[in-house]
């Protein structure tokens, strides 16, 4: 097993009938790697998931999980994989505790300890029917799930959906644990800033196709944050002309108001601005935009091999 990548995803094209799902995608996750699968609603990241785990069967490519063959060896797949689904449906009528104890009878063995270890840090409403309980609470289930037979490999299709900001950190921390203790996670998400405090590397996916997989670093690097800048007269965009690493996107009302793209340089950008006469700044948080920003170009939506 060690000698394979943990992922292994060959030209892989899904389509569904004449709809694209997925095209062309290549990419590999090492044992070991928390690997961010990113892109916006519909670009394609369920489909990649649903091929992994051999709900689908590639219209062309392939895609391997520790050397076995997704579709062919989707048994063994699953044995190696805690996979929590982007859509979690559960048995409703069951409690917390009957469904961990349904899902376990699949497992060869699940550690008792284990399972009180997730139960206690993700503290999950076992006694109530499931059909009561709020979204979080049901997310919270389908991770321990996953978690309780302690795979090699996690397949996470948006996890943190529904989880309250303190539940998403703790998740988000555990994630990290679970790569010190050598395991692999491949994390789907529409949030940068999620993807960012955990992954190793990212996969970008747009419209189907994979923009670029990189390093965590070099994402950072790359990325273009917006910054609004609103002044009290009109300001010449010359004025930031000469600052590498800072874009003027648009000029708008009348000169007053500027949207620039920083991706690098911010402190010679802030003494640039303390000469001038600014009113208000906003500094939008990293998201996904920030990154096509720099990446994404309609008309050559791929880029070189040397990023994949
Ligand atoms: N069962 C299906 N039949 C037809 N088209 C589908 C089907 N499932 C997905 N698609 C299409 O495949 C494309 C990729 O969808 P997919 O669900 O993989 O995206 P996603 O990145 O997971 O999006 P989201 O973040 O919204 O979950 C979309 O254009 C979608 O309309």
Redesign the pocket.
Known sequence: MANYPAIAVERLTRS??A????IDLTFQVQPGEIFGFL????????????VLMGFLRPTSGSARIFGLDCWGDATQVKERVGYVP?DVRLWENMTGEQFLDFMAAFRARIDPKRRQMLLERFRVELDRPIKQLSRGNRQKLALVQALLHDPPLLIL??PTSGLDPLMKHEFLAFLVEERERGKTIFL?S?ELAEVERVADRVGI?RE?RLVAALPIEELRRRRTRPMEVVFAQPIDPRQFADLPGVRVLAVENSGTRFQLGVQDNLPALLRRLSELPVIDLTYAPPDLESVFLAYYQPEHARVGEEDL
């Not at 709809?19 to 997925?22: A, E, M, P, S, Y």
């Not at 892109?39 to 649903?50: F, H, Q, S, V």
């Open positions: 569904y009938g709809r694209r799902g997925v892109g916006p609603n519909g670009a394609g990241k369920t489909t990649t998931i649903r982007g299709d948006e789907s529409h996916i189907g």
